[in-house]
């Protein structure tokens, strides 16, 4: 086959694709629509992030709610800023039991994510070594190992990148403790290296802290000549900054502590919903509140007349 027939026929085929996408029976020159660009293109995808669930979880079952709730969009994957667990905040119970036993309970809340889960450690999955808590972040880095084999890595999808790091990594018993070992900070950056041609990069780091210290500050000096967004949870309220021209997002709760006042103070539970176009990402924040099940008021146990007459005709219909 010649070059300009197998161009000709390779045309001919992408061309039917693109006419598949969308067909109508409308046959006059005007159309009941606006047009149809349609904003879904082939390298478009969805993913979620649910926020903190512990560091003082308000009541059981709203985190687990969350993720229920993120299933609802059929996102291409779920991920999170970290603090999945309540880890060990009183010395008496700083036992291995305690610490697998919670990590067993939020697995099987995972289990139910339809689409891929990404854990994220934080600063409640693996504490920080302190007086009182002696070799805590050595036990919790075990034990997340033992579960998610590694505490930051990397991947990518539909050529874009994420970064998820491990800000409790160098927070043990060495005598200077850091969160971003060089090791791991090297890590990253061989990373950014290894993939520099992607069409966008995200961070993602459990605390704001974390971006205030000196290996975070490499990094984003790595990614001066890039497109990135960082997201972060840990303050349990939102906020929205803007560094060097990119945006970093603070997430609010799905569950963790919080005082709850609403929008105006950024306290609120919620899942934030990432639109990854051509264009860049788009971030919707929703309300855990507003996610309503389609099943929410099934017509059969509905009080209000008309519907109840809708379901008497209905009947009768179909008998």
């Known amino acids: ?21 969308f067909t109508h029976d409308v046959k006059t020159e005007k159309k009941p629509w606006t047009h149809t660009k ?49 880890g060990i905040n009183k010395p008496h119970l700083l036992t291995r039991e305690n610490m697998e036993a919670q990590v067993n309970e939020l697995l099987k809340i995972t289990e139910k994510s339809a689409a891929p889960f990404f854990y994220l450690a934080g600063n409640h999955d693996i504490s920080r070594t302190r007086k009182g808590f002696p070799k805590v972040n050595e036990m919790g880095a075990e034990i997340w190992k033992e579960n998610f084999g590694v505490t930051y ?24 403790q850091c969160g971003l070992t060089p090791e791991q900070t ?11 041609d992607v069409r966008w990069t995200f961070i993602f780091v459990h605390s704001p802290w974390t971006w205030c210290e000196e290996p975070f500050a490499r990094i984003e000096k790595a990614m001066a000549e890039r497109n990135y967004t960082v997201f972060s949870g840990d303050f349990h309220f939102y906020s929205k900054y803007r560094f060097y021209g990119r945006d970093y997002y603070q997430l609010a709760t799905a569950g963790g502590v919080s005082s709850m006042r609403g929008t105006d103070y950024g306290e609120f539970d919620h899942i934030t919903y990432v639109a990854m176009t051509a264009k860049g990402p788009k971030v919707v924040n929703i309300l855990l509140e507003g996610i309503l099940s389609e099943n929410i008021l099934p017509a059969e146990k509905s009080n209000h007349p008309k519907v109840k007459r809708v379901l008497e005709v209905y009947k009768e219909k179909t008998r």
């Open 1 to 21: 086959m010649n070059k300009t027939l197998f161009t000709a026929l390779l045309l001919s085929i992408l061309t039917a694709g693109a006419a598949e996408l």
């Open 186 to 196: 090297r890590w990253a950056l061989d990373t950014l290296k290894k993939h520099s």
């Open 38 to 86: 349609f904003q879904n293109q082939a390298d478009d995808f969805s993913f979620i992030i649910i926020p903190d669930r512990t560091g003082g979880e308000r009541r059981k079952g709203i985190w687990a709610g969350a993720l229920e709730k993120a299933n609802m969009f059929n996102p291409d994957f779920i991920i999170t800023v970290g603090d999945l667990i309540e």
């Open 153 to 176: 890595y990397s991947f990518v999808y539909k050529n874009v990148l994420f970064l998820c790091l491990d800000q409790q990594e160098g927070r043990d018993s060495r005598p200077k």
